[in-house]
């Protein structure tokens, strides 16, 4: 058999089995479903489920037993998760955003440190009190700006990328969100 490729990426399956529609919200949150805050153990097994899945859509499908299914409980929750997962990867996108200026704001402000360093050590401070404290205080100063700026840079950025990824998936779903009977 023979698959042509489209350019567009192939929607992916993730499918869970519902005993009720609570299994998706939160024990403590008594809201009704339009506003309730999604159960942490749902949003980990969907976390778990999306890692080996590409970076195409996801098509969420839950079965409900035939008789807890109700059709306006499947669009609000579906309007639910979609608005979730847009409010957490906006939240997420800007997160990222703030890192990093705040990395490349911390790496130039080290940079700035040590020309500065550079500048009152080429011109021999050891003569001059002020300027050799200059030098002691801006030479570990740069450095710590420099390093710390690339930790935000590098490593910040990578402990969201995850979240990042698997909320960029999941914002992509609301068209791909089905509830079957069992």
Not at 20 to 29: A, K, L, T
Not at 74 to 81: S, W
Request: net charge negative; aromatic share 12%; hydrophobic share 40%.
């Amino acid at each position: 058999m023979e698959h042509k490729h489209s350019g567009i990426p192939e929607t992916q399956e993730i499918a869970l089995q519902l005993e009720h529609y609570e299994d998706i919200f939160s024990d403590f949150d008594t809201r009704p479903y339009s506003k309730r805050a999604l159960s942490v153990d749902f949003l980990e097994e969907i976390k778990r489920a999306s890692r080996d899945k590409n970076d195409g859509p996801v098509e969420l499908i839950f079965s409900v037993s035939k008789d807890e299914r109700n059709e306006s409980h499947d669009q609000t929750i579906r309007d639910r998760l979609s608005d979730h997962f847009h409010k957490h990867y906006g939240m997420l996108v800007v997160e990222r955003r703030r890192i990093l200026r705040l990395g490349l704001f911390m790496v130039l402000l080290g940079v700035v440190c040590m020309i500065l360093a550079t500048m009152i050590i080429f011109k021999d401070p050891t003569g001059n009190l002020w300027l050799s404290f200059l030098v002691v205080f801006l030479e570990p100063a740069a450095w710590f700006l420099l390093w710390e700026g690339m930790d935000q840079i590098i490593f910040e950025t990578k402990s969201i990328s995850h979240d990042l990824n698997f909320y960029r998936k999941m914002s992509d779903s609301h068209g791909h969100i089905h509830f079957h009977s069992y």
